[in-house]
Nanobody, 124 residues
Framework: MVQLVESGGGSVQAGGNLRLSCRGS????????MGWVRRVPGKEHEVVAA?????????FYAASVKGRFTISRGNAENTIDLQMDSLKTEDTAMYYC????????????????WGQGTQVTVSS
């Protein structure tokens, strides 16, 4: 079993920046991919970004965040960060760290392990 814990959410004005972090624990030897999925109430989940954490160079970014968000492996094993720059009001959502991929990185339903989520609120 893998547990994921997010940190770094909060409130910021449009144009500002935030950095999210996620740390995996437990059966982390199973983790090859990690990512971030966001959910706005009333809308479908969206995979924001994902990365190969096993040493490969595979990345995924949603079109809505490409050029503004950067996903990276953290300094500690089984950790990832999401640097979010030039935030927009439409980025307001609950952000979930995800792992254990069983399909395309872009498909939110293919991520089997989810963290509790961290709220990001961007005001105008």
């Amino acid at each position: 079993m893998v547990q994921l814990v997010e940190s770094g959410g909060g409130s910021v004005q449009a144009g500002g920046n935030l950095r999210l972090s996620c740390r995996g624990s437990g059966y982390t030897w199973r983790i090859n991919y990690m990512g971030w999925v966001r959910r706005v109430p009333g809308k479908e989940h969206e995979v924001v970004a994902a990365i190969n954490t096993a040493g490969g160079e595979s990345y995924f970014y949603a079109a809505s965040v490409k050029g503004r968000f950067t996903i990276s492996r953290g300094n500690a094993e089984n950790t990832i960060d999401l640097q979010m720059d030039s935030l927009k009001t439409e980025d307001t959502a609950m952000y979930y760290c995800v792992a254990d991929l069983s399909g395309p990185m872009s498909n939110w339903q293919g991520w089997d392990t989810w963290g509790q989520g961290t709220q990001v609120t961007v005001s105008s």
